[in-house]
């Protein structure tokens, strides 16, 4: 049977900076703060723009955000922020922009705009009734109390105005789940990136499926890379995945591999057509190729310890790190976002790097992903996340995962890495403290109309991504 795995909820966007490493970023979703606030949430009347008592503590939830959005950027690291709320009247992003300006910070909007009535339907169905909000409703009061969300919203909502009042602002406008896009004043590298994924992106039903080549005839001796051809058991595995996707009964299929012989050797029992990737190949490991780990340990010990300090990070001479790596795979990334159903046969390390992207982990937790051999791993992409099944296919191979050393597990060590190192996502406090104050306990204090109480001098070229939900829903929700 199909084993599920668990994940995290997703990021979906790795940034560079521009100097092609991720830039540090975080979600402050203004919802977390509202609920934090208020434990209990009764009905839509919370939403009613007329509601004064309501709006001024959202106003003060969002003001609570961008207070920790100010930390995060100014003293914890972070270059990347995305401020997820409505955001739909002019008042509210005035107020945003002025935070921006008081602190230095770049502004970038995301707004969704999707006038499909059976599409915001899914939406909710998808979404929406499984949050906080609705955790003892049934589905049928709960999607009709969102959908009189939705109205309290359209009561007090402005678009972002291009021909008028926002022609200064930069931004992107998403119609229709990506029926059509308008983009505005894009100011930097990193709004570019974020505008690329945004067009690349889709939300038909669709399965990613993933799995190593067959057990290669270097797997069995234990060696690193090479272009071997598979073993008796790496040429059982291609006919077990042959019988393996035909029961799948998938239309317009797709097949990409690497260009080395095991990866191709693979997909030839399958029969379909099949396209070639070369940024699809093993990560290179340079000087150290078709060598055993003993082999490399013994040969280049201080490569071997420098490895294990900083698995990520660490480039094989003449050859490539992980880091490396990522940057490699991002055009199969992007177009595994554009397209439906997909069969990738790669390798270890570029198996680690997909999987990484779709459940969000860590650089440090990307070098050691169980990949094993004649195994496949089943993505769907769901709300918030990627529901991954594990399937063997019944075929034994031996196993080429090294666990992380016991003694890098202590700590870190005291050998020089011979990269930089620039994290992958900014640490994270092991202390989880309140976002804002519970209203039964301490009522919320009340705070200026003006965020000036919030500036000081930051340095301008830190971003601040601001969105919406980027779900398909007129509006995102706080």
Not at 439 to 454: H, K, T, Y
Request: net charge negative.
């Amino acid at each position: 049977m199909p084993r599920e795995l668990t994940q995290n909820r997703i990021q979906k966007i790795w940034i560079p900076s521009k100097d092609d490493k991720p830039a540090p970023r975080r979600v402050f979703n203004v919802g977390e703060y509202r609920r934090e606030a208020i434990r209990n949430y009764s009905s839509y009347d919370f939403f009613k723009p007329d509601n004064e008592c309501a709006v001024k503590i959202r106003q003060q939830c969002a003001l609570a955000a961008l207070r920790d959005v100010k930390s995060y950027l100014l003293e914890e690291g972070g270059q990347v922020a995305v401020f997820d709320a409505t955001n739909t009247t002019r008042e509210r992003r005035e107020m945003i922009l002025q935070f921006g300006s008081e602190n230095g910070f770049k502004i970038f909007f995301i707004e969704s705009v999707c006038d499909d009535p059976s599409v915001i339907a899914s939406n909710i169905m998808e979404v929406k009734v499984s949050c906080p909000d609705y955790r003892d409703c049934n589905k049928t009061d709960a999607m009709l109390d969102f959908q009189k969300r939705i109205e309290c919203y359209k009561a007090s909502y402005q678009p972002l105005d291009l021909d008028e009042h926002d022609r200064d602002l930069s931004f992107i406008k998403v119609i229709d789940v990506g029926r059509r896009f308008l983009v505005n004043r894009i100011q930097d590298h990193i709004q570019s990136k974020i505008v690329y994924y945004l067009m690349n992106i889709h939300i038909q039903p669709r399965t990613i499926y993933l799995c190593r080549h067959g057990e290669s005839m270097d797997n069995v001796e234990g060696r690193l890379g090479g272009d071997s051809s598979l073993s008796p058991r790496g040429r059982q595995f291609s006919a077990a995945l042959a019988r393996f996707v035909k029961e799948q009964q998938l239309t317009d299929l797709k097949v990409w591999t690497s260009q080395l012989c095991r990866s191709i050797q693979t997909v030839e029992h399958l029969g379909v057509p099949y396209e070639q990737w070369k940024v699809l190949n093993e990560i290179d490991t340079g000087v150290c190729e078709e060598m055993t780990y003993n082999e490399i340990k013994e040969k280049f010990p201080e490569e071997f310890a420098l490895r294990d300090e900083d698995k990520y990070y660490y480039r094989y001479p003449a050859g490539e790190s992980y880091q490396d790596l990522v940057q490699r795979v991002e055009p199969v990334i992007m177009e595994l976002e554009r397209q439906e159903n997909v069969l990738v046969i790669c390798h270890q390390a570029v198996m680690r790097c997909l999987l990484a992207y779709f459940l969000d982990k860590s650089a440090d937790e990307m070098p050691y992903l169980k990949c094993p051999l004649h195994t496949v791993l089943k993505l769907t992409p769901v709300a918030y996340g990627c529901k991954v099944e594990s399937i063997y296919l019944n075929v034994e191979a031996v196993n080429t995962h090294r666990d992380r050393p016991e003694e890098v597990k202590k700590g870190p060590g005291t050998l020089l890495r011979r990269n930089s190192v620039t994290p992958l996502t900014s640490p994270e406090s092991n202390i989880k403290k309140p976002r804002i104050d519970e209203l039964d306990e301490a009522p919320i204090q009340e705070l200026p109309p003006s965020v000036a109480s919030l500036a000081l001098c930051s340095p301008s070229h830190l971003p601040l991504a601001l969105a919406g939900q980027l779900k398909d829903e007129p509006f995102s929700t706080i």
